[in-house]
């Protein structure tokens, strides 16, 4: 039986917000009265998801403004126009802007974690040095918790798993001074070249004047330029007031949250950035080391409200696959279908797994949230099973699979330990996904789908070719003209040579020199979500 993957914590808000606003599609205009009670509605769920009452307060004043006003009353669409007030508004509750880390320009740059025992600051020193050390930075990790039992240890092991440079030259249990720790760790980095320093300190259980005391003194003493707050986004209302006691007694920089992945409401999250004035820099939301990212406002709020978060997708995407596996790959599609074995496929497989969890991945894309149920019970080891299958065929079977017989499929599926008939469907799934993928790769489009502009036709008529123009007709059926003054403006954009296929420009289709921030989704696309 698959295992069940955790829920956002944001889940329970983005299904109240979706049957919300369900409620406003196809009214031609809304009236006040619609207006109060889709504020109702949201004012209930954000409260359900442990939003702060204040800040409650002030996004549903802040929406019912916008909305009573000519924006909406004068939109085409003033459901749609509802819709995007929310976003913008949940957007200014996180933060508004992507607020990034400020580097000393002497270095080393010091950053400081602070936070409750629990909230995941050991683990997330580890995260953040990797986070960094993919950015081209040298981090090293400092234990100064030298109270918890074995805290220096575990901090030593983290940092072994995350590939960076450890500094504890005191045992802890309750041995050593933290001060004097932080401060010969700065000199040990200028001495060694590490460019940042994460310095990690001593949580306790709750607040209390000998914990802010001692995370005061470490902070005199480095003087670091950036102060994390790590808050466990799954501690609901208590977020809030300990938040407001660390800026009080250490004055922290920036917000980090932990445990994204977790099962609460998660609404507090929501309410840091806002009570505190100080912007979410850092978001965690898994276990493993790499499960680690800036903290982006626009694409959470994006995802509250069900829309999902393309352009992190793609940018997972950018980083683990390379150009040049990208162009090998559609060449061999715009050769033929039988270009594309199962070597190619188990490639990319393998490639995916690397971005993290399938079902994380495709909780990425629009209007997933419909069917989040059946995306947290996908199994990643289902993908596993099928590398099994693939790796138990002979080298000729995997460049032919038309080769693969009933005796064929009997021993494939004992080499892997499985059933023949999942040796069976997996092949038969491979075939039409290499005719689908080598249509899109030639400019077809899918296979039994209209036509999009750009992409090519879908079924067969439109593989078939449009009679020739003569002098200024034009078609007369309106998609097919739309098609051909997309494509003509198309080729003219890019000027000549373009549109001969994916390997042609950037990755993703984006085109020579573009990247995630230059992603847009074709007009088809936006009408549909």
């Not at 820099?281 to 069900?306: C, Q």
């Not at 040049?324 to 199962?342: M, N, S, Y």
Request: proline share 5%; net charge positive.
């Amino acid at each position: 039986m698959p295992q069940r993957t955790r829920a956002d914590v944001f889940d329970t808000l983005s299904d109240r917000l979706a049957a919300t606003f369900k409620n406003l599609r196809g009214k031609g205009r809304l009236s006040e009265a619609d207006i109060d009670a889709t504020a109702r509605e949201i004012r209930i769920a954000l409260l359900e998801a442990d939003v702060a009452l204040p800040v409650v307060r002030a996004f549903i004043k802040q929406v019912k403004e916008r909305a009573l006003g000519s924006e909406v009353s004068g939109a085409l669409n003033p459901a749609q126009q509802i819709i995007k007030i929310v976003n913008e508004e949940l957007v200014a509750i996180l933060g508004g802007e992507t607020r990034r880390v400020r580097f000393a320009k002497n270095g080393p740059t010091v950053i400081m974690l602070a936070g409750l025992q629990g909230a995941g600051k050991t683990t997330l020193a580890g995260k953040l040095g990797l986070w960094l050390k993919k950015q081209k930075h040298t981090p090293l990790l400092v234990a100064c918790d030298l109270q918890r039992p074995n805290a220096v240890t575990q901090l030593q092991v983290v940092a072994e798993r995350a590939g960076v440079a450890f500094y504890g030259p005191q045992p802890g249990n309750g041995v050593g001074d933290p001060v004097q720790v932080a401060k010969d760790s700065i000199e040990y980095a200028k001495q060694k070249q590490y460019d940042v320093v994460i310095v990690d300190t001593a949580g306790r259980l709750g607040i209390d004047a000998e914990l802010m005391q001692q995370a005061a003194d470490i902070r005199a003493a480095v003087n670091p330029d950036e102060v994390l707050f790590v808050v466990d986004a799954m501690i609901g209302q208590d977020a809030v007031t300990t938040a407001q006691a660390f800026l009080d007694g250490v004055d922290f920089t920036g917000v980090v949250l932990s445990k994204l992945d977790g099962d609460a409401r998660g609404g507090a999250a929501l309410s840091v950035a806002h009570v505190t004035g100080r912007q979410i820099m850092f978001a965690s939301n898994g276990e493993k080391v790499d499960d680690f990212d800036a903290f982006h406002p626009d694409r959470m709020a994006s995802r509250i409200l069900g829309m999902g978060d393309v352009l992190s997708l793609i940018e997972k995407a950018e980083q683990t696959f390379s150009q040049e596996e990208a162009e090998k790959i559609a060449a061999k599609l715009r050769g033929g279908p039988k270009q594309f074995t199962l070597d190619d496929f188990l490639s990319q497989l393998e490639q995916v797994q690397k971005m993290g969890s399938i079902s994380k991945l495709l909780g990425m894309l629009p209007g997933m949230g419909q069917i989040r149920d059946q995306i947290n019970n996908i199994d990643d080891k289902d993908v596993n099973r099928v590398g099994a299958i693939i790796k138990s065929m002979t080298p000729a079977e995997r460049a032919e699979p038309e080769l693969i017989n009933g005796s064929r499929r009997a021993r494939i599926a004992k080499g892997s330990g499985v059933q023949v008939g999942e040796v069976k469907n997996l092949v038969e799934r491979f075939f039409d996904a290499r005719k689908m993928m080598s249509a899109m790769a030639s400019g077809k489009g899918v296979p039994g789908m209209p036509g999009i502009p750009g992409m090519g036709g879908g079924g067969k008529k439109s593989a078939k070719k449009a009679p020739q123009a003569k002098g200024k007709r034009k078609s007369g059926n309106p998609l097919k003209r739309a098609q051909e003054e997309a494509a003509a403006a198309e080729r003219r954009a890019l000027g000549p040579g373009a549109g001969q296929g994916p390997a042609d420009g950037g990755a993703f289709g984006l085109g020579a020199g573009k990247g995630p921030a230059d992603f847009e989704l074709p007009k088809e696309f936006k009408d549909l979500l």
